[in-house]
């Protein structure tokens, strides 16, 4: 009797996710098996049809170029930065949200703006900010007399990097802080209440109870603003297209000018599985990280 | 790995199996393209797609009218035009082939090769009438040609003429006579800086995109350079190629070239102008007629243009910037296609639009009237038009072009010498050239 | 109760510092779109334009195929139309499926769900070729419901997510008393669950409507012209008449933010509670 009732439930399920399935795998597993097969052939144009074998030296030919490790490093350093920096400041904003505070509705309202704006949109908008002739930031540096004369903010590669870092911080930070905050909501108020019996410091109710109950809060933020921000393109397409001297180039955006500037598809292809291994790899020590940590928090 | 439950398996097994089936059956072609030869010449009416530049040259205005005229006169025909920044120009044409959404497309100079090559546009040798060439100037028809075949119709040669600031080369006691030379308009825009009247009297599209290497090309013209040998490969760190990025650092260090340069596109520059922050500039043709738009421009009526100043060897060429109309590889229309190229590049409509971009006519050239109309961009783009330099016509360009940028900015931002960038420029180049 | 106080006026404070920074570009970019394109480019500065300018939007709403009116209008249908078509399909999907996952007991269930998500790491660019060519073999390259489709990969994982979760929080009381009239499981499903899951709903339709409205790559690669290309796509690569202008830029940006932050205004306070439980079980 109990069986067959887990037999028609597993029944049930099975009709229940077919849909599903089929609408994300159907997408998703036969390019990436057809992703995998292009990796090995040589194909120099969409409408190719003399499409040699190469075997492995797509993959060769990716990792041994320097372009590609410098791609790669400057995608880990925005990774790096902006995840932490979106991590930091979603914290306080989380907890600013939570507060008790007149017009509350207002403020949240506000601060779930630049979640709303599209991505385009908000790059677009950073790009005229940090414009060297007629952008508000050196207009407004130099009226208060910050500095003398107007900068190329997007002019220098690192500085270039930094500031669409600044763009991708103003942008998801919302999102962060209202997933934060949605854990910080369930935590029970006798918690608080209890410490405060016991005259507990605000840190250190912060770093015995706040911290603890948001951990999978914190994770699920963690891993997904680094997938991401790993995948970081549209903002880059936008604001500076790789330059100044590839200073910007991230990794997806190298793998959409090989395949489709350069129309190098064979290569591209493999420069996507590349991309793809370290994804599922960052991914997987992120979450043994924070379930070995899970676990001695609690 | 993840396990899966049984039946999951199954499903996803099973959609393995049927995709690779797929593959298989479709498996006339990695890419899915079909090596059919079905006739693709259409019957000559219909709706046409064209897709389009906008920015320098003609102006969506002026296409839209060249289309309504021709919709008139061709009644069973109508031509959809869609228009994109230059910068999303190639990627579009590339992205948009294999659909053959586009019957029309606006080619750059430096494209053919690589279209052509890989088959996204059409051969139209056999419709190219034999005269064109004779009537053409030899400039404009490279931008519609590759390995002795045509693959369209150019549309408006172009080059970057040498804008100035009147107000402030008069204010110095400099005239024209002085920047007939870059040695000239450098002591000129020393003079403008001196005075005050500019903090950096030039400015350069010097941002990471094609724009840099325009107007490289035409300082390596300057200085005698060129950018292949006879074998078709870079040559770019011989003595004029690095002497040419040596006077481009030197003014950023001299404080003449505004450092923003760096993150300019052409349309920067041409803001830059028109906002009389500027004192000397390189730029398309039709920056003269923005200049003079009171609606975009504090400095109507104040700008002056003159071919591109020469450098110590006396030379002094234009980039060939010349663009032409082709029709895609996948148009399934394109007999009236041709006939809508043929209208648009017409001797009568080019003249008709001329102070927008200039005719690839040469019997244009010798009508005092049409001068008249658009003089001072005749009168600089005549002598221009005479010389012009290529950038590599490769089938990769598009590599090599990247290569270039990065190492010249390399060079500009002081990370490396200018003779190493260039020898690491040719050096990468050379090797994807093969 | 002083320091209670002090706290409550340094609460206060950063929430309006914060409010500025946020809105402090945002506004910036909305005076821009009403500013002449001659003064916008002028230095030093003027904030406030000694005379304003609203001819872009005049432009935008009434240009015909002259300017970049008539792209933006057909861009925008397009965008409401992907987006509404991706979050419904997504939507019915999605409570299907996260009913399986917050109610059924099946082996491997979480190992499933968990294969959804993974999906979600994939980078668009790892799928990009061949998508590219499927589409083109399939004749769907340059239409909105190829475009609807491939978005539809993206969102049903989230919507799962947010959903599932949600649903488990609901008492399985309320639905047993149902089920004991005689009421199968998705009859329950309809009639008792979802009307009780409404804040999870509507978080997941948000969500569903800011990641389609969002989408960037997809778009760019596979539509090609005004039947099918989304605002994003459509505003990278605006330009002025003659000159690229600031201003259009930024009054088509407004204009296109504008469905998804009254979206994301109206159903704001609905995050907070679908997605409270949502996190922690995650």
Same mark, same amino acid.
């Given at each position: 009797?109990?069986?067959?009732?887990?037999?028609?439930?597993?029944?049930?399920?099975?009709?229940?996710?077919?849909?599903?399935?089929?609408?994300?795998?159907?997408?998703?597993?036969?390019?990436?098996?057809?992703?995998?097969?292009?990796?090995?052939?040589?194909?120099?144009?969409?409408?190719?049809?003399?499409?040699?074998?190469?075997?492995?030296?797509?993959?060769?030919?990716?990792?041994?170029?320097?372009?590609?490790?410098?791609?790669?490093?400057?995608?880990?350093?925005?990774?790096?930065?902006?995840?932490?920096?979106?991590?930091?400041?979603?914290?306080?904003?989380?907890?600013?949200?939570?507060?008790?505070?007149?017009?509350?509705?207002?403020?949240?309202?506000?601060?779930?703006?630049?979640?709303?704006?599209?991505?385009?949109?908000?790059?677009?908008?950073?790009?005229?900010?940090?414009?060297?002739?007629?952008?508000?930031?050196?207009?407004?540096?130099?009226?208060?007399?910050?500095?003398?004369?107007?900068?190329?903010?997007?002019?220098?590669?690192?500085?270039?990097?930094?500031?669409?870092?600044?763009?991708?911080?103003?942008?998801?930070?919302?999102?962060?802080?209202?997933?934060?905050?949605?854990?910080?909501?369930?935590?029970?108020?006798?918690?608080?209440?209890?410490?405060?019996?016991?005259?507990?410091?605000?840190?250190?109710?912060?770093?015995?109870?706040?911290?603890?109950?948001?951990?999978?809060?914190?994770?699920?933020?963690?891993?997904?603003?680094?997938?991401?921000?790993?995948?970081?393109?549209?903002?880059?397409?936008?604001?500076?297209?790789?330059?100044?001297?590839?200073?910007?180039?991230?990794?997806?955006?190298?793998?959409?000018?090989?395949?489709?500037?350069?129309?190098?598809?064979?290569?591209?292809?493999?420069?996507?599985?590349?991309?793809?291994?370290?994804?599922?790899?960052?991914?997987?020590?992120?979450?043994?990280?924070?379930?070995?940590?899970?676990?001695?928090?609690? | 790995?993840?396990?899966?439950?049984?039946?999951?398996?199954?499903?996803?097994?099973?959609?393995?199996?049927?995709?690779?089936?797929?593959?298989?059956?479709?498996?006339?072609?990695?890419?899915?393209?079909?090596?059919?030869?079905?006739?693709?010449?259409? =019957?000559?009416?219909?709706?046409?797609?064209?897709?389009?530049?906008?920015?320098?040259?003609?102006?969506?205005?002026?296409?839209?009218?060249?289309?309504?005229?021709?919709?008139?006169?061709?009644?069973?025909?109508?031509?959809?035009?869609?228009?994109?920044?230059?910068?999303?120009?190639? =990627?579009?044409?590339?992205?948009?082939?294999?659909?053959?959404?586009?019957?029309?497309?606006?080619?750059?100079?430096?494209?053919?090769?690589?279209?052509?090559?890989?088959?996204?546009?059409?051969?139209?040798?056999?419709?190219?009438?034999?005269?064109?060439?004779?009537?053409?100037?030899?400039?404009?028809?490279?931008?519609?040609?590759?390995?002795?075949?045509?693959?369209?119709?150019?549309?408006?040669?172009?080059?970057?003429?040498?804008?100035?600031?009147?107000?402030?080369?008069?204010?110095?006691?400099?005239?024209?006579?002085?920047?007939?030379?870059?040695?000239?308009?450098?002591?000129?825009?020393?003079?403008?800086?001196?005075?005050?009247?500019?903090?950096?009297?030039?400015?350069?599209?010097?941002?990471?995109?094609?724009?840099?290497?325009?107007?490289?090309?035409?300082?390596?013209?300057?200085?005698?350079?060129?950018?292949?040998?006879?074998?078709?490969?870079?040559?770019?760190?011989?003595?004029?190629?690095?002497?040419?990025?040596?006077?481009?650092?030197?003014?950023?260090?001299?404080?003449?070239?505004?450092?923003?340069?760096?993150?300019?596109?052409?349309?920067?520059?041409?803001?830059?102008?028109?906002?009389?922050?500027?004192?000397?500039?390189?730029?398309?043709?039709?920056?003269?007629?923005?200049?003079?738009?009171?609606?975009?421009?504090?400095?109507?009526?104040?700008?002056?243009?003159?071919?591109?100043?020469?450098?110590?060897?006396?030379?002094?060429?234009?980039?060939?910037?010349?663009?032409?109309?082709?029709?895609?590889?996948?148009?399934?229309?394109?007999?009236?296609?041709?006939?809508?190229?043929?209208?648009?590049?017409?001797?009568?409509?080019?003249?008709?639009?001329?102070?927008?971009?200039?005719?690839?006519?040469?019997?244009?050239?010798?009508?005092?009237?049409?001068?008249?109309?658009?003089?001072?961009?005749?009168?600089?783009?005549?002598?221009?038009?005479?010389?012009?330099?290529?950038?590599?016509?490769?089938?990769?360009?598009?590599?090599?072009?990247?290569?270039?940028?990065?190492?010249?900015?390399?060079?500009?931002?002081?990370?490396?010498?200018?003779?190493?960038?260039?020898?690491?420029?040719?050096?990468?180049?050379?090797?994807?050239?093969? | 109760?002083?320091?209670?106080?002090?706290?409550?006026?340094?609460?206060?404070?950063?929430?309006?510092?914060?409010?500025?920074?946020?809105?402090?570009?945002?506004?910036?970019?909305?005076?821009?779109?009403?500013?002449?394109?001659?003064?916008?480019?002028?230095?030093?500065?003027?904030?406030?334009?000694?005379? !304003?300018?609203?001819?872009?939007?005049?432009?935008?709403?009434?240009?015909?195929?002259?300017?970049?009116?008539?792209?933006?209008?057909?861009?925008?249908?397009?965008?409401?139309?992907?987006?509404?078509?991706?979050?419904?399909?997504?939507?019915?999907?999605?409570?299907?499926?996260?009913?399986?996952?917050?109610? /059924?007991?099946?082996?491997?269930?979480?190992?499933? !769900?968990?294969?959804?998500?993974?999906?979600?790491?994939?980078?668009?660019?790892? /799928?990009?070729?061949?998508?590219?060519?499927?589409?083109?073999?399939?004749?769907?390259?340059?239409?909105?419901?190829?475009?609807? %489709?491939?978005?539809?990969?993206?969102?049903?994982?989230?919507? %799962?997510?947010? /959903?599932?979760?949600?649903?488990?929080?609901?008492?399985?009381?309320?639905?047993?008393?149902?089920?004991?009239?005689?009421?199968?499981?998705?009859?329950?499903?309809?009639?008792?669950?979802?009307?009780?899951?409404?804040?999870?709903?509507?978080?997941?339709?948000?969500?569903?409507?800011?990641?389609?409205?969002?989408?960037?790559?997809?778009? !760019?690669?596979?539509?090609?012209?005004?039947?099918?290309?989304?605002?994003?796509?459509?505003?990278?690569?605006?330009?002025?008449?003659?000159?690229?202008?600031?201003?259009?830029?930024?009054?088509?940006?407004?204009?296109?933010?504008?469905?998804?932050?009254?979206?994301?205004?109206?159903?704001?306070?609905?995050?907070?509670?679908?997605?409270?439980?949502?996190?922690?079980?995650?």
């Amino acid at each position: 009797m109990v069986r067959s009732k887990r037999e028609n439930q597993a029944r049930l399920a099975f009709w229940l996710l077919i849909p599903a399935g089929v609408a994300v795998f159907g997408v998703i597993v036969y390019p990436i098996l057809r992703t995998l097969l292009i990796s090995f052939f040589e194909v120099t144009s969409a409408l190719a049809t003399d499409t040699p074998f190469v075997g492995f030296n797509n993959y060769l030919e990716v990792l041994s170029n320097s372009t590609f490790w410098a791609s790669m490093g400057r995608t880990l350093y925005f990774t790096l930065i902006s995840t932490s920096l979106e991590l930091c400041l979603g914290l306080l904003l989380a907890g600013l949200l939570n507060a008790k505070l007149r017009a509350r509705w207002l403020f949240r309202a506000i601060v779930v703006i630049p979640w709303a704006i599209p991505t385009i949109v908000s790059a677009a908008m950073w790009k005229g900010v940090f414009n060297a002739q007629y952008g508000p930031l050196n207009a407004m540096l130099s009226q208060l007399g910050i500095i003398d004369q107007y900068q190329a903010w997007l002019g220098d590669p690192t500085t270039a990097l930094n500031m669409v870092i600044l763009a991708d911080v103003w942008k998801s930070t919302p999102l962060v802080a209202f997933f934060l905050l949605a854990g910080l909501t369930a935590i029970p108020n006798e918690l608080y209440e209890a410490a405060k019996l016991d005259r507990a410091s605000w840190p250190r109710i912060f770093r015995s109870i706040v911290l603890p109950m948001l951990i999978p809060s914190i994770s699920i933020v963690l891993v997904l603003r680094t997938v991401e921000a790993f995948k970081v393109f549209d903002i880059i397409y936008v604001m500076t297209r790789g330059g100044p001297v590839n200073g910007t180039q991230t990794i997806a955006y190298y793998a959409y000018t090989t395949a489709f500037s350069d129309q190098n598809f064979g290569v591209g292809s493999a420069l996507s599985y590349v991309i793809v291994i370290v994804i599922l790899a960052l991914s997987a020590i992120y979450l043994r990280l924070l379930r070995r940590s899970e676990m001695s928090l609690l | 790995m993840i396990i899966k439950n049984a039946r999951t398996n199954r499903l996803t097994v099973g959609i393995g199996l049927l995709s690779l089936g797929a593959l298989l059956l479709s498996g006339c072609s990695l890419t899915g393209a079909s090596t059919s030869n079905e006739s693709k010449e259409g =019957d000559g009416t219909g709706a046409i797609n064209a897709l389009f530049m906008k920015q320098a040259g003609y102006s969506e205005d002026n296409v839209n009218a060249m289309i309504a005229d021709f919709e008139s006169k061709n009644p069973d025909i109508t031509v959809e035009p869609t228009f994109v920044a230059y910068e999303a120009l190639h =990627d579009k044409i590339v992205t948009s082939a294999p659909a053959g959404t586009y019957d029309v497309v606006h080619l750059d100079v430096i494209w053919p090769a690589d279209f052509a090559s890989k088959g996204l546009i059409t051969d139209v040798t056999d419709r190219f009438p034999a005269t064109w060439t004779d009537e053409m100037l030899g400039g404009a028809l490279t931008s519609a040609e590759y390995q002795g075949k045509y693959y369209g119709a150019p549309w408006g040669p172009s080059t970057k003429l040498f804008y100035f600031n009147k107000e402030m080369v008069a204010a110095v006691g400099a005239t024209e006579a002085d920047l007939t030379t870059w040695d000239g308009a450098l002591a000129v825009a020393t003079k403008i800086k001196a005075a005050g009247l500019a903090e950096y009297p030039f400015s350069w599209s010097w941002s990471q995109a094609e724009a840099l290497i325009c107007d490289y090309a035409q300082l390596l013209g300057a200085f005698g350079g060129a950018f292949t040998d006879a074998d078709g490969k870079l040559v770019v760190n011989d003595a004029a190629g690095v002497e040419a990025l040596t006077w481009m650092k030197k003014t950023i260090d001299d404080g003449l070239t505004d450092p923003a340069s760096i993150t300019f596109l052409e349309d920067d520059v041409s803001k830059s102008l028109s906002a009389g922050k500027t004192a000397m500039a390189l730029n398309w043709e039709s920056t003269f007629r923005d200049s003079n738009d009171a609606s975009i421009s504090t400095v109507v009526g104040k700008v002056g243009v003159l071919p591109t100043p020469a450098g110590p060897t006396g030379e002094h060429p234009g980039v060939n910037g010349s663009m032409a109309l082709s029709i895609g590889a996948q148009s399934t229309n394109q007999a009236a296609a041709w006939k809508f190229i043929e209208y648009m590049t017409s001797q009568s409509v080019q003249e008709q639009y001329v102070t927008s971009s200039m005719t690839n006519w040469k019997s244009s050239y010798t009508k005092t009237d049409l001068a008249a109309s658009n003089p001072e961009v005749f009168a600089a783009a005549g002598v221009a038009y005479d010389t012009m330099i290529l950038r590599p016509t490769v089938a990769n360009y598009n590599s090599v072009s990247q290569i270039l940028q990065v190492e010249i900015q390399n060079a500009l931002l002081g990370k490396k010498t200018p003779q190493q960038a260039m020898d690491d420029a040719v050096e990468a180049a050379n090797a994807t050239i093969g | 109760m002083k320091r209670a106080q002090r706290n409550s006026v340094l609460v206060h404070v950063a929430a309006i510092v914060t409010s500025v920074v946020i809105l402090a570009p945002f506004l910036w970019m909305v005076m821009a779109s009403i500013t002449p394109q001659r003064i916008l480019i002028t230095t030093p500065l003027q904030w406030i334009p000694d005379e !304003l300018d609203l001819s872009r939007y005049v432009q935008i709403f009434t240009g015909g195929s002259e300017g970049v009116g008539a792209t933006f209008r057909a861009a925008m249908l397009n965008s409401i139309i992907v987006a509404v078509g991706t979050v419904t399909i997504s939507m019915i999907v999605g409570i299907l499926g996260a009913y399986a996952f917050a109610r /059924l007991k099946f082996r491997f269930r979480r190992a499933i !769900l968990m294969t959804f998500l993974a999906s979600y790491m994939l980078p668009q660019i790892a /799928l990009l070729i061949p998508l590219y060519l499927i589409l083109n073999t399939a004749g769907l390259l340059n239409t909105k419901t190829g475009l609807i %489709l491939v978005d539809c990969a993206i969102v049903i994982p989230f919507v %799962l997510w947010v /959903l599932s979760n949600y649903f488990m929080t609901i008492p399985e009381e309320l639905e047993e008393a149902a089920r004991i009239d005689g009421t199968t499981r998705l009859g329950a499903l309809f009639w008792v669950v979802l009307p009780a899951a409404k804040p999870g709903l509507f978080a997941a339709i948000m969500f569903a409507f800011l990641l389609a409205w969002d989408e960037f790559m997809y778009a !760019l690669i596979f539509t090609s012209s005004d039947v099918a290309k989304t605002l994003p796509v459509a505003l990278s690569e605006f330009a002025g008449r003659y000159t690229t202008d600031f201003g259009l830029v930024a009054a088509g940006g407004i204009l296109a933010a504008l469905p998804p932050l009254i979206v994301a205004v109206i159903f704001q306070r609905y995050i907070v509670s679908g997605m409270a439980s949502g996190a922690v079980k995650g």
